[in-house]
């Protein structure tokens, strides 16, 4: 089991900044990938930005040089540092875990709203 808690949403303007972060109740180390999704109203939730289980990570298209994820292993958290935000990045955010089975785990979501 995988608890996942998520913290660091709210309301921004347009290019703006925003942390979220996302602590795990199980090592980093014992996850295969680990990451964060979104899912704005009406619109299936996609992949935002991961670690994978072979070392590497992932960018949806549409974050790429905008979004940054990084972790700190010592706090079982991963980060997804959000700048230069468009409202179009108006979502729930979901920080997503999977671990060997393989199972997946998600958080209870946090919201970002980016408007003037």
């Known amino acids: 089991q995988v608890q996942l808690v998520e913290s660091g949403g709210g309301l921004v303007q347009p290019g703006g900044s925003l942390r979220l972060s996302c602590a795990s109740s199980r090592s980093i180390f014992s996850i295969s990938a680990m990451g964060w999704y979104r899912q704005a109203p009406g619109k299936q939730r996609e992949l935002v930005a991961r670690?994978?289980?072979?070392?590497?990570?992932n960018y949806a298209d549409s974050v790429k040089g905008r979004f940054t994820l990084s972790r700190n292993d010592a706090k079982n958290t991963v980060y997804l540092q959000m700048n230069s935000l468009k409202p179009e990045d108006t979502a729930v955010y979901y920080c997503?875990?999977?671990?060997?089975?393989?199972?997946?785990?998600w958080g209870q979501g946090t919201q970002v709203t980016v408007s003037s």
């Open positions: 997503h875990a999977v671990v060997l089975g393989p199972v997946d785990y």
């Open positions: 670690f994978t289980s072979g070392g590497s990570t």
